[in-house]
């Protein structure tokens, strides 16, 4: 059975959650392998709308096992709380249809009040337009050896011990930008109560993975944040903690390379951003302002307004290669209706000189000027549109010349932000 990893091919918010919902329907398990509860997938069923941060989005479908993999880090309370929002909309969750990697490390009360005085201290032009959630901090300590993870929540001495490793760490970091130590012992009892709630879904995800697959099961790997976010490739350093590109799934839930099948990454039909950073494409004029307003484009998990821009080929050619991209799914294609003319970004200008890539170096990158081509745009809907024939003939001519210009073919097409209102042209899933 093939194995699917989902990743997002530009800058994130590219529609990832209804895809992975979508695709879900074919696949016995679906894992987050990465990132934290920063990241917000909307699904739209029957008209009823979900807002998902740290749950898989295959929690929606009754009779799959959700993972949350070693990859992500994880807020106890966050997850929690969501838990308790999706079960008031009727979606069943239990140890049976959950399970937390006994490895993941935790976001704790600390790691959000560091990430946002660190923010606050920035001069301007560095901020990097974190959300203030924690998920870097906590990247940190993971590396730094001295995170607390879901296992250690369930040995009183070891909980202690951890705890007292990270605020050997924290509270001079703290003492320097101006804030107050941490409370040991009120951090010590947060956590021994929240323990037994987490532990409940604590398991070694990494044997449960290998089993379904040895036993046949179709696995969905799900990322957050988008390529362009990644912490080695994206637009460093306006970029995640995390690396974000296919090649994590294996390591974010422990399960081999090998085990990937297939790459889908999920591109919107314009482009857009939120934070700081650079964006080459970036129109602030009406026509970004007319992509926002039809597109929606306000963070699920912040409520941030999105940057938008014209189509970026060049970005897409370049994650479809770092993910190894099998395929694509271009979602909102319905938002660019009614444009008279679309411009795609082919390439960049610098310095004289004409890229067919975004170089490294930061500034660099700011100097970049978009190279476009003209596209006539189209006057009919292609809202809902189910099947090819129901697009109208410029829409079609632009889908091929994305297909052309990313190297990539399409494989899934969404005209909505409902789950059926979707064309396939390949399944991922397919043997």
């Avoid at 912490?231 to 090649?247: C, E, H, K, L, R």
Wanted: proline content about 5%.
């Amino acid at each position: 059975m093939a194995n699917v990893v989902v990743v997002g091919a530009q800058w994130g918010d590219e529609g990832k959650g209804k895809i992975v919902d979508w695709l879900s329907e074919r696949a016995d398990v679906i894992a987050r392998f990465q990132g934290g509860h920063n990241a917000g997938h909307t699904l739209v069923i029957d008209g009823k709308v979900y807002k998902l941060h740290a749950l898989p989005s295959g929690v929606v479908r009754g009779g799959k096992l959700s993972v949350i993999g070693n990859g992500v880090v994880l807020d106890p309370w966050n997850l929690l709380n969501e838990i308790e929002t999706i079960r008031a909309q009727g979606v069943e969750i239990s140890p049976e249809t959950l399970m937390i990697a006994e490895n993941t490390p935790l976001i704790l009360p600390y790691h959000g009040e560091l990430d946002r005085a660190r923010e606050e201290a920035a001069s301007k032009g560095t901020k990097i337009g974190t959300t203030g959630r924690g998920i870097g901090p906590c990247y940190e300590d993971k590396v730094g050896r001295r995170a607390i993870r879901v296992a250690d929540l369930a040995d009183e001495a070891t909980l202690e011990a951890r705890v007292d490793r990270a605020l050997q760490h924290h509270d001079p970091l703290r003492k320097g930008l101006g804030v107050e130590a941490i409370d040991r012992d009120a951090l010590i009892a947060q956590l021994k109560e929240v323990a037994p709630k987490i532990l409940e879904y604590a398991g070694p995800v990494w044997k449960v993975m290998n089993e379904k697959r040895k036993a046949g099961k179709r696995i969905l790997f799900e990322g957050a944040q988008g390529a362009l976010l990644d912490i080695d490739f994206g637009t460093y350093p306006f970029v995640t903690s995390s690396n974000v590109i296919a090649g994590q799934a294996a390591t974010g839930v422990g399960i081999g390379p090998g085990s990937i099948d297939y790459v889908l990454g999920i591109v919107k039909a314009y482009t857009t951003r939120v934070g700081e950073g650079p964006f080459p494409t970036e129109l602030d004029d009406a026509y970004g302002q007319r992509l926002g307003e039809r597109g929606h484009e306000f963070g699920t998990t912040t409520g941030r307004k999105r940057r938008c821009g014209w189509f970026d080929a060049a970005l897409v050619r370049q994650t479809c290669a770092t993910s190894g991209v099998n395929g694509i799914s271009l979602t909102k294609l319905d938002v660019l209706d009614g444009f008279e003319t679309l411009k795609i970004c082919v390439g960049y200008e610098l310095d004289g000189d004409t890229l067919d890539y975004l170089p490294t170096a930061a500034d660099q990158q700011a100097r970049c000027k978009p190279v476009y081509e003209e596209m006539p745009g189209w006057s009919e809907t292609t809202e809902g549109a189910r099947s090819w024939a129901d697009l109208p003939a410029n829409a079609i001519k632009y889908v091929r010349r994305v297909e052309e210009l990313i190297q990539c073919p399409v494989a899934l097409l969404s005209t909505s932000p409902e789950r059926d209102d979707t064309i396939l042209v390949t399944d991922p899933f397919a043997d």
